[in-house]
């Protein structure tokens, strides 16, 4: 079974610094998909980044990146120049072919809750 | 384009009634899942359906059931509730049929409270 873990349930930050998000994953497959997914206080969730496994070089968007350690099944997420409107709930997801099946199956970790601080 | 629509936004049920959430996904995607989320657990993955047919099912009891219509607009039902059925329930639409890279795109969310 694919299980995502993300073991910090809250960290805080102060704006413009940086902050990193952790998040491991457990998977038989070679290849799949990472995203971060990020939900504001207003609930809607959007996607932040994504990385294939396949690829070694790591994601970037603007302030947002990743370290990706496929060996490690570690996928982090880094966040630069903190800014208030970070302020949200951060889920790590893994999609891959669902256990036994052929179809894809996206997986949430339980988030964490990142509070930047003026 | 319009994103995912999910009604109602909010609902209060008592225990033992039944509940229908709907969810109209963007256009063109054939893919619905939906998610129950709580502080405790977290996102939980309830169903996906593709194509008027479930492709995928998360560990829920029976009471929990979905269909998906040919416009690819989807129904939740939760039969008999329960406290612990207390949760923002969130719908996503993607195009998971063909490649596994595509985003998910996420409606609000019906918050579901049960007293």
């Known amino acids: 079974a694919q299980t995502v873990t993300q073991s910090q349930p809250e960290m805080s930050v102060q704006e413009a610094e940086t902050v990193t998000l952790s998040c491991t994953y457990d998977?038989?497959?070679?290849?799949?998909?990472l995203f971060w997914y990020k939900q504001p206080p207003s609930r809607q969730m959007i996607l932040v980044i994504r990385?294939?496994?396949?690829?070694?070089q790591n994601a970037t968007e603007n302030r947002f990146s990743v370290n990706f350690q496929k060996a490690a099944k570690s996928f982090s997420l880094k966040i630069s120049d903190s800014q208030l409107g970070d302020t949200a709930m951060y889920f790590c997801?893994?999609?891959?072919?669902?256990?036994?099946?052929?179809?894809?199956?996206?997986?949430f970790g339980k988030g964490t809750l990142l509070t930047v601080n003026p | 384009k319009a994103g995912v629509t999910q009604t109602p936004r909010y609902l209060i049920k008592t225990r033992g009634q039944q509940v229908t959430l709907s969810c109209s996904p963007i256009?063109?995607?054939?893919?619905v899942s939906w998610y129950q989320q709580t502080p405790g657990q977290g996102l939980q993955f309830l169903f996906e359906?593709?194509?008027?047919?479930?492709?995928n099912k998360g560990n829920f009891p029976g009471r929990f059931s979905g269909r998906q219509f040919s416009n690819s607009r989807s129904e939740m039902n939760v039969s008999t509730l329960e406290l612990g059925d207390s949760a923002l329930y969130l719908c996503?639409?993607?195009?998971?049929?063909?490649?596994?890279?595509?985003?998910?795109?996420f409606g609000q969310g019906t918050r579901l409270t049960v007293v």
């Open positions: 998977t038989s497959e070679s290849n799949y998909y």
């Open positions: 990385q294939e496994a396949y690829k070694q």
């Open positions: 256009s063109g995607h054939r893919s």
């Open positions: 996503a639409s993607s195009t998971y049929g063909t490649a596994m890279n595509t985003e998910a795109f």
């Open positions: 359906y593709f194509s008027e047919t479930q492709r």
């Open positions: 997801a893994f999609i891959g072919r669902s256990s036994g099946g052929s179809n894809y199956k996206l997986t």
